[in-house]
Nanobody, 122 residues
């Protein structure tokens, strides 16, 4: 499966954006899609992924309460609604398949998509 993230851009602090991750190709591998981000000079951070025990969504502390994951299975697309954005949310955002939380860390066991840049600045 191939993934393509989109919807990034420049937004002011306190603003909102919705990212999309669309899948194409071999859909049998398209499940448990997670979101990750990498800020300049920092390691990649998992911000939204799946709890394997009940299939619910796990959020990293840095985004919990501000970001919301959703999915449209018919369109093979997942979304990340981001609200109350802060300058520290500036990063390249990626989606990936087979993303599960392990000891409070999102790990990827599938494939990565291309990223989309989000810049939060006044």
């Amino acid at each position: 499966v191939q993934l393509q993230a989109s919807g990034g851009g420049l937004v002011q602090p306190g603003g909102s954006l919705r990212l999309s991750c669309a899948a194409s190709g071999f859909f049998a591998d398209y499940y448990a899609v997670g979101w990750f981000r990498q800020a300049p000079g920092k390691e990649r951070e998992g911000i939204s992924c799946i709890k394997s025990d009940d299939g619910s969504t796990y959020y990293a502390d840095s985004v919990r309460g501000r970001f919301t994951f959703s999915a449209d299975n018919a369109k093979k697309t997942v979304y990340l609604q981001m609200s109350n954005l802060r300058s520290e949310d500036t990063a390249i955002y990626y989606c990936a398949t087979h993303a599960f939380v392990v000891d409070t860390v999102c790990k990827v066991f599938g494939s990565w998509g291309q990223g989309t840049q989000v810049t939060v600045s006044s």
